[in-house]
Structures are given as structure tokens and as C-alpha cells.
């Protein structure tokens, strides 16, 4: 009897619960932990303020923090909990006073971005966290705070699909890849993306074995039930429901980037 590789790991699975019952419930214990393989341990800082997307937060946070030898710090204005752009609350680890450099300084995206852009203090602290940060990393529009504090001058990125045009106001050249890399600044595409970038962030710096190994124990094997999640392969009434549904917001952003462009220009 024929059976597919998913198949074949099925029963390969189900024979080391009968014969190896109790290695497999250490396993569990750790969650799928992986082997140190890492080449040197790093600390990244991800900045955390309120109605941020979750998941620009939580999908690289989980495979950076999986990563052995590694460390992660959500970065906020205060120690009270920040509430994302859907509700949920997430508790900061350390506050812009009390954070450490890091390696990879990592910006997620949302609205609050757009607010965080125009703040001085966010300015303020990402340009010197980038300073000494061996590696910068935006996920979704967090690139328009990488951009606004003058990272992005002369350098490729991406973004979201519905802001990314915008960068060229930083003076940066937009990318429409799902995953780019300019040097050291790593830059998504929208949301999910994070999770595709944050594994190529640790395949390229703590080895491929180790992010395989992350992926694998995360189960990262995405199959959309639809065909598209871009706006090449979405059918062109959903692509322009998306845009008509967000047509305030953008507008918004519009304003809040060009201020934001016109104060970075001012500044240098």
C-alpha cells in the first residue's frame, strides 16, 4: 500500500506514542523545544503600543523567543498593560527607559504605528536602539516608523499592501516582496508575514537547522482555505471591498506620513 509523506509521519507518529509514550510527554513539556544550535545568543526589542496588531506582535515573538540562547523584551511607554487593535492586552517586559540595547530591534505595525510615528519620544528611542542594534526588523507598517525615524533613506522595504507606496516619502524604494532584505533591515509584508520573516531573521543569523526546527515544532505549514491573501491573487471585488472598507483610514495615514516625512526632512 502507497501512502503520502503527511501519512507516512502520521503512523510514524502514532508507533512512538505506543513504544515511546514517556519521551514523547517530555516533548509536550517543552512545547517542542529546540536543541541549542544557536551561533550567539541575541536580545530583541519589540516595540509594544496600544492598538498595534497582535499577531505583527506575537507571530515573530514567538519564534524569536523559541530560539535558543535568545532573548525578547516588548517595549512600551509604561509597565501597564497595552491593549492591541483588537483587545488584547499584552504586559511589557521593559519600558523605553529601562530597555536594554538589543541586537535586533523589531517594529510591528497597526494604527498605533501612525500615532507612534508623529511621537517624539518613539522617534526618539528607535533611532538609538537602531544605533547600536546589530540587525533592524519591521513587520508590517512598522516600517513607516522605520521610515520616519530616517532608517530607511536609500534602502529597499516592504510593507503592508495598502502602505508601503508610502515609504518613498522616507526616501526608501518599495518593495512588493513578502519578505525583503536590504543588508541588515529586514522588512514584511502585511500581518502573517512577520512569522515568514521572523524564520529567515533566524535561519540567517542562529543557522537554517535551527529555524527548520522552530517551523516544525510550530506546525508552520500554512494552507489557506482561499485563494488569495494578496492583492495579485484575491479576486478584484474583494481587493476593492478591502480598500473601500479602509478608504478613511487611509486617507488618515496619508496625512499622518506626510507630517511625519516633513518632520524627518526638518531634522536632517
Not at 241 to 259: F, G, H, W
Amino acid at each position: 500500500m502507497d501512502f503520502t509523506r503527511r501519512e507516512t509521519f502520521g503512523i510514524a507518529a502514532a508507533v512512538s506514542v505506543i513504544v515511546g509514550g514517556g519521551r514523547l510527554a517530555r516533548g509536550a513539556e517543552n512545547d517542542g523545544a529546540v536543541a541549542s544550535l544557536s551561533k550567539q545568543g541575541m536580545h530583541c526589542n519589540i516595540v509594544t503600543v496600544p492598538d498595534m496588531v497582535q499577531l505583527d506582535i506575537t507571530g515573530p515573538f514567538e519564534v524569536l523567543a523559541r530560539t535558543p540562547g535568545w532573548t525578547v523584551d516588548l517595549v512600551a511607554a509604561t509597565m501597564d498593560p497595552v491593549r492591541t487593535d483588537r483587545g488584547l492586552r499584552l504586559l511589557p517586559s521593559a519600558t523605553r527607559e529601562t530597555a536594554k540595547p538589543c541586537d535586533i530591534i523589531v517594529v510591528p505595525g497597526g494604527t498605533g504605528i501612525d500615532a507612534a510615528m508623529l511621537d517624539p519620544a518613539w522617534i526618539a528611542f528607535v533611532q538609538h536602539q537602531a544605533a547600536t542594534a546589530k540587525y533592524v526588523f519591521g513587520v508590517c507598517t512598522g516600517s513607516l516608523l522605520l521610515g520616519a525615524a530616517g532608517l530607511l533613506r536609500g534602502r529597499r522595504a516592504g510593507g503592508h499592501w495598502q502602505a508601503r507606496d508610502l515609504l518613498t516619502q522616507f526616501g526608501a524604494t518599495v518593495s512588493n516582496d513578502r519578505m525583503t532584505r536590504d543588508g541588515n533591515l529586514y522588512t514584511a509584508g502585511g500581518v502573517t508575514s512577520g512569522i515568514d520573516m521572523a524564520l529567515r531573521v533566524v535561519g540567517d543569523l542562529a543557522g537554517d537547522e535551527v529555524a527548520m526546527k522552530i517551523q516544525l515544532a510550530m506546525e508552520y505549514d500554512p494552507e489557506p482555505p482561499f485563494k488569495g491573501g494578496t492583492p495579485y491573487t484575491s479576486p478584484e471585488p474583494v481587493v476593492q471591498a478591502v480598500l473601500a472598507d479602509t478608504k478613511k483610514r487611509r486617507l488618515k495615514r496619508e496625512e499622518q506620513v506626510a507630517l511625519a516625512a516633513a518632520r524627518m526632512r526638518e531634522a536632517n
